[in-house]
């Protein structure tokens, strides 16, 4: 009997995400994260993406992007969500511009704070 049992989602859900591009990048870590985790549940790439879809709060930026994908997938014949990966690939170029990723991933190595900051500060601006 217990083997008929549907795995139990693990993990806390991802906070709805708004559009706010200085939340983008810990936003998609916590939804790969949580999908991974529950890949048990959503095996089928498809389900994945429909299902991340739900997390973007309604009445904001975020959730228009995400119902013109759900639209243009709904319009495929047959139905088609895309990848996984191509669905990454389009949420990292709407909501986190490569300015922003450079300052994300920008190291300080051997420098001097300030020296840092200056060049964290013209990504910034």
């Known amino acids: 009997m217990a083997a008929n ?32 985790l529950n890949n048990a549940i959503y095996a089928d790439e498809g389900q994945k993406v429909t299902a991340a879809l ?10 228009d992007w995400a119902s013109d994908h759900l639209a243009t997938a709904l319009a495929a014949t047959p139905i088609n969500y895309s ?20 300052i994300h991933n920008l190291p300080m190595g051997n420098r001097e704070f300030n020296e840092w900051y200056q060049e964290w500060s013209m990504h910034a601006r």
Do not use: C, D, V
């Open 54 to 63: 739900m997390h973007f709060k309604m009445g904001m930026s975020a959730r």
């Open 83 to 102: 990848t996984w990966a191509k669905f990454k690939t389009k949420f990292k170029e709407q909501f986190i511009p490569p300015q922003m990723q450079k």
């Open 5 to 36: 049992t549907p795995p139990q989602p693990l993990g806390a859900i991802p906070e709805a995400f708004n559009g706010n591009l200085a939340r983008a990048e810990p936003f998609w870590n916590a939804l790969e994260n949580y999908y991974t």
